[in-house]
């Protein structure tokens, strides 16, 4: 498929916020101890990993089937389910760089492959490549995600 990355948001990452996520989903000293993280392989304290991918899940789903202006559906057609679709897992799942305190990152997605599902109507298949890369373009994680979405949503057929 002739794609290019569409960009779907911008975050910048606090002490706060890094701090704040990591307390709660991934307590390890070079997230939650300034001091602890100077003396880390990072020089620092930096983003969890699941904290980076959690920020693209939130771009993602904000940002697709959310136009507002759609028609009214029955109650179950697939756009109901979720505007983004249901998620079949991730593949090569990357971090790369670290996200320390004040790096803003731009995240992107591209759809590789997408058609309509021959066993759910309503619903395509769809499989995209996903980045997160601080404003320099340095790649800092990456991933590939397969899922349904529904057909003719935009989840189903960005291409950039």
Do not use: K
Not at 83 to 99: D, E, K, M, Q
Request: neutral net charge; charged residues 20%; aromatic residues 8%.
């Amino acid at each position: 498929m002739d794609a290019a990355p569409v960009e779907i948001g911008r975050f910048t990452f606090t002490q706060a916020e890094i701090t704040r996520f990591a307390l709660n989903f991934d307590p390890q000293p070079v997230h939650v101890d300034a001091e602890a993280a100077r003396h880390a392989p990072f020089g620092g304290l930096v983003a969890s990993g699941w904290h980076v991918v959690c920020v693209w899940m939130g771009f993602f789903v904000r940002t697709q089937g959310t136009g507002g202006s759609a028609p009214a559906v029955p109650s179950d057609h697939p756009r109901i389910v979720s505007p983004v679709g249901v998620g079949f897992g991730l593949r090569a799942l990357r971090w790369t760089a670290p996200v320390h305190a004040g790096d803003r990152l731009v995240f992107l997605t591209e759809v590789l492959e997408a058609r309509v599902s021959g066993s759910r109507p309503g619903w395509a298949i769809v499989r995209r490549r996903n980045s997160a890369r601080r404003e320099d373009g340095a790649e800092v994680m990456a991933f590939e995600l397969s899922h349904l979405a529904p057909e003719g949503e935009p989840a189903a057929r960005i291409r950039g």
